[in-house]
Nanobody, 114 residues
């Protein structure tokens, strides 16, 4: 059973920065993909950024140039700069093995507001 534990969410003013982190434990398979999704009430969970073990990354268009994803074997980080209210939501860590076995963290709230 893979356990993903997120930290780093909180309240930040527009234009500010936050860094999220997610540590994985308990996996007997390598998490080829690790990344972040976010969800707001009434909407589907959407991809924010993801990175493979060989450091290939994918970003949502809305965060390109502002967010940076990084990782090592079992931890993934999301550096978020120039935050705006549209970035508000619950951010979920995601880990996926090479054959598609997927795990999710419990989520961490990010609120961008004055």
């Amino acid at each position: 059973q893979v356990r993903l534990v997120e930290s780093g969410g909180g309240l930040v003013q527009p234009g500010g920065s936050l860094t999220l982190s997610c540590a994985a434990s308990g996996s007997i398979y390598r998490l080829v993909h690790m990344g972040w999704y976010r969800q707001v009430p009434g909407k589907q969970r959407e991809l924010v950024a993801t990175m493979t073990l060989n450091f290939n990354s994918v970003y949502a268009d809305s965060v390109k140039g502002r967010f940076t994803i990084s990782r090592d074997e079992d931890t993934v980080w999301l550096q978020m700069n120039s935050l705006n209210p549209e970035d508000t939501g619950v951010y979920y860590c995601n880990g996926r093995t090479g054959f598609g076995l997927e795990s999710w963290g419990q989520g961490t709230q990010v609120t961008v507001s004055f």
